[in-house]
């Protein structure tokens, strides 16, 4: 893994399914043992500031930091001095005094992740900015994929719900095509980013495009980002066209949300406490996905033992041994 996580860019496939299988073959298993902690980051120090609020992403990531035995401390914009005018650089400045090893952050506005990479030598995850990116979002939706599907080359997958103000809608339209999936956008035009296209999905305006999907991947309205404008000429017009029931799910498909959900909007209160979706699943599998990428964050990046300087020292070693052996040889 590269220094920080700001986005799913910032990964490749190579990488993406090297660190889920960390998740699979060393965490996936861990709650179900009775001692559910390991010693992997005993004396790391992991800090985690959230501006918004969370539900998953915070307790995840508090959960997964201490199941791997790192000091975790979580700041939560209610109760942090940034309620008293103190800036983000400041802020950060402050927590990067106690050196800590990670920041994950989840911030209001697009890109705060990487400005607050730029004053602390940790490493810093992004856990949601803004409308921006949510990557580890992105990596437990392809995890819990690949619990289900072999590969997920040449898997259609619909996303369907308020793309346009959706971090995670635009990390896993990234993530899912890197790793070979073919993405629809199913949302009404005003909840849709203008020239999605070129980004490489086809655009869909009817829950009818929903049939040639495997993967149907739903999205809570963001209304808290709706303030700037008028996005839906109604809530009821919105449900009418959009909100997805168990009528609209065949068999074998397989139905995911990254929480929150809510019921009768996007999602009918049916088809969430049916068998036929994967939203708890996808909360399991961001424990252990969380818990892999702070492990390789940090290992990944660990300093190599100065290999020059070690190479040097080799040297002078051998040239002291050979000096001393010719001085023995004069002697004896
Ligand atoms: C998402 C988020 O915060 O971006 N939730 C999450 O992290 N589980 C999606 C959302 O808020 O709708």
Redesign the pocket.
């Known amino acids: 893994m590269n220094r920080h996580l700001l986005s799913i860019n910032d990964i490749s496939r190579e990488e993406i399914e090297s660190v889920l299988a960390t998740a699979r073959k060393d965490f996936l298993g861990l709650p179900q043992r009775n001692i559910k902690k390991v010693p992997t980051l005993r004396g790391r120090t992991i800090i985690d500031l959230f501006y918004?609020n969370?539900?998953?992403?915070s307790t995840s990531f508090e959960l997964a930091g201490k199941r791997l035995s790192a000091d975790v401390i979580n700041v939560k914009s209610g109760s942090s001095a940034a309620g008293k005018g103190e800036s983000l650089k400041d802020t950060v400045l402050t927590l990067s005094a106690y050196r800590p090893d990670i920041i994950v952050v989840?911030h209001p506005h697009v890109g705060a992740p990487a400005f607050i990479s730029r004053f602390t030598e940790a490493h810093v995850i992004n856990?949601?900015d803004g409308k921006g990116e949510?990557p580890t979002?992105c990596l437990l939706d392809i995890f819990s994929l690949m619990q289900v599907y072999r590969s997920l080359k040449g898997l259609k997958v619909a996303i369907v719900g308020d793309i346009f103000h959706?971090?995670?809608a635009r990390s896993n339209l990234l993530g899912f095509q890197k790793m070979g999936m073919k993405v629809t956008l199913i949302a009404p035009p005003a909840l849709l980013p203008r020239g999605v296209e070129a980004l490489g999905a086809e655009v869909s305006h009817s829950l009818d495009d929903l049939a040639g999907a495997d993967v149907i991947y739903l999205?809570?309205l963001?209304t808290e980002r709706h303030q700037d404008a008028n996005f839906m000429p109604s809530l009821r017009e919105y449900i009418d066209r959009y909100c997805v029931g168990r009528r609209h799910v065949r068999r074998g498909q397989r139905v995911l949300h990254?929480?929150?959900i809510n019921r009768g909007v996007e999602i009918e209160s049916e088809l969430v406490d049916s068998d036929g979706n994967m939203i708890l699943q996808q909360v399991e599998a961001?424990l252990a996905v969380r818990m892999a990428v702070l492990y390789r964050i940090i290992v990944d990046n660990a300093v190599p033992a100065a290999p020059a300087e070690l190479k040097e020292g080799g040297r002078k070693i051998k040239a002291a041994r050979r000096t001393l052996n010719r001085e023995l040889q004069k002697t004896s």
């Open positions: 918004e969370s539900t998953r992403t989840r856990a949601g949510h979002q959706s971090r995670v999205l809570r963001q990254p929480g929150p961001g």
